[in-house]
C-alpha cells in the first residue's frame, strides 16, 4: 500500500503563487508516476500534471501550462506543484495519486482511472 498526502493549499489573491506538497509513504518502491488532479465545485475532476518517479517525463495540462510546473524529490517521497500566476478559476480541491503501472506513453497519466492510490486533497481558494 502506498499512502499519498497533500498540503499547501489556501487562500490567495490573483496573481500570487502556491506550492502545493505530496508526500508519499508506505511501498513508495512501486510507485512509477505520480500526478496532481483538481476538481471545482460542481466540475469533473480535472488533469493538472504528472511526473515519472523514477525516469525522466513530465506532463503538465495545456490550461495551466507556463504557470504551473510540476517537480520531484525522491529522496523525501515528495512531489511538488508550483503555482504561479494564479487565477480564481484555478479554484478547486487539488488532489495527489500514485500509479504503480509503468505506462510507455506518458499521456496515459492524464487519465485519473491510472492511478490506484489518491490522497484526501487540499483547497486552493483564488480570490479577484
Known amino acids: 500500500q502506498v499512502q499519498v498526502k497533500e498540503s499547501g493549499g489556501g487562500l490567495v489573491r490573483a496573481g500570487d503563487s502556491l506550492r502545493l506538497s505530496c508526500v508519499a509513504s508506505g511501498r513508495t518502491f512501486s510507485i512509477d508516476a505520480m500526478g496532481w488532479f483538481r476538481q471545482a465545485p460542481g466540475k469533473d475532476r480535472e488533469f493538472v500534471a504528472a511526473t515519472r518517479w523514477r525516469m525522466g517525463g513530465t506532463l503538465v495540462a495545456d490550461s495551466v501550462k507556463g504557470r504551473f510546473t510540476i517537480s520531484r524529490d525522491n529522496a523525501e517521497n515528495t512531489v511538488y506543484l508550483q503555482m504561479n500566476s494564479l487565477e480564481p478559476e484555478d479554484t478547486a480541491v487539488y488532489y495527489c495519486?500514485?500509479?504503480?503501472?509503468?505506462?510507455?506513453?506518458?499521456?496515459?497519466?492524464?487519465?485519473?482511472?491510472?492511478?490506484?492510490?489518491w490522497g484526501q486533497g487540499t483547497q486552493v481558494t483564488v480570490s479577484s
Open positions: 495519486a500514485a500509479d504503480r503501472t509503468y505506462r510507455n506513453d506518458i499521456i496515459l497519466y492524464r487519465r485519473a482511472t491510472a492511478y490506484d492510490y
